[in-house]
């Protein structure tokens, strides 16, 4: 039996109650030759509150080199605070770059029983993946921004290395997927010296890939597209600050983003988590949706080696929405809350091993 060790953080908010729906299915699904051995990190808003870090640096290096990847709930708290006024607790800055993990991979998919805001579209006509570039961009200047009270800079970083890695990861993304094998190009090089740098770099990169398509869109041109013609997307790569953007519209347009997973991924570790945040309002009320954060150890499992269970759990969710047996609201909220989600979710398992 081959052991993965994995990291959870379970998180602030919902992020605990999800969690534990994921590791209901995860015990359901694993197990074949392998097991999933799991080991707890204290992370988050709650841990800023208490320790004075939202990540302890002993912690960052067990998740860089102590396991092989991490399982991570949605993080913050809106009450809890960085001195400059901006939302201590998260995540993004410490483990995204602390960890180089340059591959924010976004998957957009409209599943069976969700109804797409966007009228006519069925199951399998919205199924792109937005790759974002995760340690440059804008955001490389969390926690940088120069100014006073009358004005702020933050600096837009684009690197000819970072844009290369994340552009080549874009386009064997495409290559392995059966949906048409494109990769768009999103930016604002019109106006931006950097994302004119990052359109340059990934022209390049295309080069190396001929049986990969590759078109090139602005940003608003962008925004507009992935709501007129979503189904003609396949693999999309962008800039840190505009793939965080995009993928919320994206999410917007199949049910909300609690039904939408991510995969934070380098060279050498990796975490998995949903898109949304913690959403404490709701805590503990029975309401969350677990989906997103469900589908995000099914990614875990695909990266892992074990494709075949991250396909089953992709199965037994499509099959319990198309049932009726998980149920999501207008609002993105599941009826019934983790558990009942995880339950039906099981019980589709189970039917497939029978």
């Given at each position: 039996m081959r052991a993965h060790k994995i990291a959870l953080i379970r998180g602030?908010?919902?992020?605990?109650?999800?969690?534990?729906?994921?590791?209901?299915?995860?015990?359901?699904?694993?197990?074949?030759?392998?097991?999933?051995?799991?080991v707890e990190v204290d992370a988050g808003a709650d841990t800023y509150r208490r320790t004075g870090t939202a990540c302890s640096?002993?912690?960052?290096?067990?998740?860089?080199?102590?396991?092989?990847?991490?399982?991570?709930?949605?993080?913050?708290?809106?009450?809890?605070?960085?001195?400059?006024?901006?939302?201590?607790?998260l995540l993004g800055g410490i483990l995204r770059v602390g960890l180089d993990l340059y591959a924010n991979i976004r998957p957009v998919f409209?599943?069976?029983?969700?109804?797409?805001?966007l009228a006519g579209h069925e199951p399998g006509d919205i199924d792109y993946v937005i790759v974002r570039e995760n340690t440059e961009g804008l955001y490389a200047s969390r926690g940088k921004?120069?100014?006073?009270?009358?004005?702020?800079?933050?600096?837009l970083m684009t690197t000819r290395e970072g844009t290369l890695r994340v552009c080549r990861r874009a386009f064997e993304l495409a290559r392995s997927r059966d949906r048409g094998r494109k990769v768009?190009?999103?930016?604002?090089?019109?106006?931006?010296?950097?994302?004119?740098?990052?359109?340059?770099?990934?022209t390049e990169v295309a080069a190396g890939f001929p049986d990969v398509t590759t078109e090139f869109l602005y940003a608003d041109a962008a925004a507009q597209a992935l709501v007129l013609r979503p189904e003609e997307f396949d693999v999309l790569v962008m800039e840190n600050f505009l793939g965080d953007v995009l993928s919320d519209l994206g999410g917007a347009t199949v049910g909300g983003i609690s039904v939408?997973?991510?995969g934070n991924i380098g060279d050498h570790t990796a975490y998995f988590e949903p898109i949304h945040g913690s959403a404490p309002g709701i805590a503990g009320r029975g309401l969350a949706n677990p989906v997103g954060q469900i589908l995000a150890a099914a990614l875990m499992l695909d990266h892992l080696g074990h494709a075949g269970d991250g396909e089953r759990i992709r199965r037994a969710v499509a099959g319990?929405?198309?049932?009726?047996?998980?149920?999501?609201?207008?609002q993105g909220a599941a009826e019934g809350g983790p558990v009942a989600v995880a339950e039906a979710i099981v019980s589709h398992l189970d039917k497939e091993n029978r």
């Amino acid at each position: 039996m081959r052991a993965h060790k994995i990291a959870l953080i379970r998180g602030d908010g919902i992020g605990p109650e999800l969690v534990d729906a994921a590791l209901t299915v995860l015990g359901a699904v694993t197990g074949d030759g392998y097991t999933l051995d799991y080991v707890e990190v204290d992370a988050g808003a709650d841990t800023y509150r208490r320790t004075g870090t939202a990540c302890s640096a002993e912690d960052v290096e067990l998740l860089r080199t102590g396991v092989d990847a991490t399982l991570k709930g949605p993080v913050g708290l809106p009450d809890v605070r960085l001195p400059d006024g901006t939302e201590a607790g998260l995540l993004g800055g410490i483990l995204r770059v602390g960890l180089d993990l340059y591959a924010n991979i976004r998957p957009v998919f409209l599943l069976p029983g969700v109804t797409s805001a966007l009228a006519g579209h069925e199951p399998g006509d919205i199924d792109y993946v937005i790759v974002r570039e995760n340690t440059e961009g804008l955001y490389a200047s969390r926690g940088k921004g120069v100014g006073n009270r009358w004005a702020v800079s933050d600096t837009l970083m684009t690197t000819r290395e970072g844009t290369l890695r994340v552009c080549r990861r874009a386009f064997e993304l495409a290559r392995s997927r059966d949906r048409g094998r494109k990769v768009t190009c999103v930016d604002k090089s019109n106006v931006l010296r950097s994302h004119a740098l990052f359109r340059e770099v990934c022209t390049e990169v295309a080069a190396g890939f001929p049986d990969v398509t590759t078109e090139f869109l602005y940003a608003d041109a962008a925004a507009q597209a992935l709501v007129l013609r979503p189904e003609e997307f396949d693999v999309l790569v962008m800039e840190n600050f505009l793939g965080d953007v995009l993928s919320d519209l994206g999410g917007a347009t199949v049910g909300g983003i609690s039904v939408c997973p991510s995969g934070n991924i380098g060279d050498h570790t990796a975490y998995f988590e949903p898109i949304h945040g913690s959403a404490p309002g709701i805590a503990g009320r029975g309401l969350a949706n677990p989906v997103g954060q469900i589908l995000a150890a099914a990614l875990m499992l695909d990266h892992l080696g074990h494709a075949g269970d991250g396909e089953r759990i992709r199965r037994a969710v499509a099959g319990a929405l198309a049932a009726g047996h998980v149920r999501i609201t207008p609002q993105g909220a599941a009826e019934g809350g983790p558990v009942a989600v995880a339950e039906a979710i099981v019980s589709h398992l189970d039917k497939e091993n029978r």
